[in-house]
């Protein structure tokens, strides 16, 4: 398995604009997992899904951000309108919710950079 | 909700001598806790976890951790140090019976030094 597929790794973009991070869980895993790292507050819970159903949503940090799951292959994180303190490493991650206690598992991450 | 802490934001050893990075949980009810290591400009990858049944944990590069429920602790050891350990390792917890919402701790760097 190519394990989580994140995508792009890498982001450059202008305060304002729109920004669109994409996710590809493993395949079989029925959670889905949205994280942002930065130096000052780590590694944060923004939103996860369980069935492409999100569970919980209380670390998006405002309606700037959103996040969808269209089906169990794919998901994505969006910002609109994106501004410098939005930039950070977001991880997506994914697990199989029905299998208790299973880790959960990590792309490599893309890192956003708003300028 | 369920969280857990790790004490000390960076760790420095000598290459050979004893790793321990700490971690304590906050639950009457012992949750499922896991640790991970991040490399720089990577993902996080699983070390070990613990879930139910023997509270010494084995994982993978020679780590080790062991559940003490009495002291609600989850400390991640190695008898010794080796360069590439040189890494962020994160503690994380999933609340018992409450579904699959992995919470991180803070994480510690580790360095080693010769």
């Known amino acids: 398995d190519a394990g989580v597929i994140q995508s792009p790794r890498h982001e450059v973009t202008e305060m304002g604009q729109e920004v669109t991070l994409r996710c590809k869980p493993i395949?079989?895993?029925?959670?889905l997992f949205w994280y942002r790292q930065t130096m000052m507050r780590g590694l944060e819970l923004l939103i996860y899904?369980?069935?492409?159903?999100?569970?919980?949503d209380s670390g998006m940090p405002e309606d700037r951000f959103s996040a969808k799951m269209p089906n169990a292959s794919f998901s994505t994180l969006k910002i609109q309108p994106s501004e410098p303190r939005d930039s950070a490493v977001y991880f997506c991650?994914?697990?199989?919710?029905?299998?208790?206690?299973?880790?959960?598992?990590f792309g490599q991450g893309t890192r956003l950079t708003v300028v | 909700a369920q969280s857990v802490t790790q004490l000390g934001s960076h760790v420095s050893v000598s290459e050979g001598a004893l790793v321990l990075l700490r971690c304590n949980y906050s639950?009457?009810?012992?949750?499922?806790l896991f640790w991970y290591v991040q490399y720089p400009n990577q993902g996080l990858q699983l070390l070990l976890k613990?879930?139910?049944?023997?509270?010494l944990v084995k994982g993978i590069n020679g780590f080790e951790a062991e559940f003490k429920k009495s002291e609600t602790s989850f400390h991640l050891t190695k008898p010794s140090a080796h360069m590439s350990d040189a890494a962020e390792y994160f503690c994380?917890?999933?609340?018992?019976?409450?579904?699959?919402?992995?919470?991180f701790g803070t994480g510690t760097q580790l360095k080693v030094e010769l």
């Open positions: 991650a994914s697990s199989a919710w029905d299998t208790p206690n299973t880790e959960a598992f």
């Open positions: 395949s079989g895993h029925n959670s």
């Open positions: 899904f369980n069935n492409n159903v999100p569970i919980d």
């Open positions: 639950s009457s009810v012992p949750p499922y």
């Open positions: 613990y879930t139910t049944g023997a509270t």
């Open positions: 994380a917890v999933i609340p018992t019976g409450g579904g699959n919402k992995l919470t």
